[in-house]
T-cell receptor, first 109, second 114 residues
Framework: GENVEQHPSTLSVQEGDSAVIKCTYSDSASNYFPWYKQELGKRPQLIIDIRSNVGEKKDQRIAVTLNKTAKHFSLHITETQPEDSAVYFCAGGSGKFYFGSGTKLNVKP | DGGITQSPKYLFRKEGQNVTLSCEQNLNHDAMYWYRQDPGQGLRLIYYSQIVNDFQKGDIAEGYSVSREKKESFPLTVTSAQKNPTAFYLC?????????????FGSGTRLTVV
C-alpha cells in the first residue's frame, strides 16, 4: 500500500514568517493529496488539496505544490499568524488515504 | 457536527470487554472510514466501506469489527482481542472512493482502557 512520510515533526516560526511542510509518497497510483489542520482535541479539517494533474494550488496564504516525478508535495503557509498553530497532516491516495505522521506548527507572537 | 456525528465523546473500557463506537452521517456519502490516532502519530486506517453491506480491512483491522447495514451508519466494535485499544478514534466519510474528494471527519471518540 501507500506510505506517506512527513517532515518536520515540529516547526516553530515567528509570526509573519513562512512555514513549509514536506511530504513524500510511495505509490505512483495516488492521485489526490489533501492537507488537514487539527487543533488540540478537535477533528481534522481540510484546508487545501491538490490533484495529481496539477502542479500548484494556492488559497490566500496557503499553497501546495506537487512533484509527481519525485513523489513529493509540500504545504506553504505565508505570513503566519498565531491562529495557524496546530498539527498539520498530509495525506495521499486514491479514494482511501494514508496520512503522514503530522507536523506540530507553533507560531510565536 | 458538520453532518457526521460520533458518540460517545469519551468511552472507558474494562479489560476483556467489547465496546461499540457510533458513527452517523447525514451527508448522503457512499464511503465511510475508521481511523485510529495515537499521541504524536498520524492516522491509521482500521476499516472502510464504499457501499452498504460491504467493507474492507485497513492496515490495522485486527481486534476490530464493523458493519454497514445502512448508508448513514458505520459502527466500530473494539473487541477484547485488541490488546492496546486506548486511542482517539476518528470516523470520516466522503461522497465516494476513487474520486477527488477529501474526507469530512467526525469529532472523534477517545477510548480509554481502565
Amino acid at each position: 500500500g501507500e506510505n506517506v512520510e512527513q517532515h518536520p515533526s515540529t516547526l516553530s516560526v515567528q509570526e509573519g514568517d513562512s512555514a513549509v511542510i514536506k511530504c513524500t509518497y510511495s505509490d505512483s497510483a495516488s492521485n489526490y493529496f489533501p492537507w488537514y489542520k487539527q487543533e488540540l482535541g478537535k477533528r481534522p479539517q481540510l484546508i487545501i488539496d491538490i490533484r495529481s494533474n496539477v502542479g500548484e494550488k494556492k488559497d490566500q496564504r496557503i499553497a501546495v505544490t506537487l512533484n509527481k516525478t519525485a513523489k513529493h508535495f509540500s504545504l506553504h503557509i505565508t505570513e503566519t499568524q498565531p491562529e495557524d498553530s496546530a498539527v498539520y497532516f498530509c495525506a495521499g491516495g486514491s479514494g482511501k488515504f494514508y496520512f503522514g505522521s503530522g507536523t506540530k506548527l507553533n507560531v510565536k507572537p | 457536527d458538520g453532518g457526521i456525528t460520533q458518540s460517545p465523546k469519551y468511552l472507558f473500557r474494562k479489560e476483556g470487554q467489547n465496546v461499540t463506537l457510533s458513527c452517523e452521517q447525514n451527508l448522503n456519502h457512499d464511503a465511510m472510514y475508521w481511523y485510529r490516532q495515537d499521541p504524536g502519530q498520524g492516522l491509521r486506517l482500521i476499516y472502510y466501506s464504499q457501499i452498504v453491506n460491504d467493507f474492507q480491512k485497513g492496515d490495522i483491522a485486527e481486534g476490530y469489527s464493523v458493519s454497514r447495514e445502512k448508508k448513514e451508519s458505520f459502527p466500530l466494535t473494539v473487541t477484547s482481542a485488541q490488546k492496546n485499544p486506548t486511542a482517539f478514534y476518528l470516523c470520516a466519510s466522503s461522497p465516494r472512493t476513487g474520486d477527488y474528494y477529501g474526507y469530512t471527519f467526525g469529532s472523534g471518540t477517545r477510548l480509554t482502557v481502565v
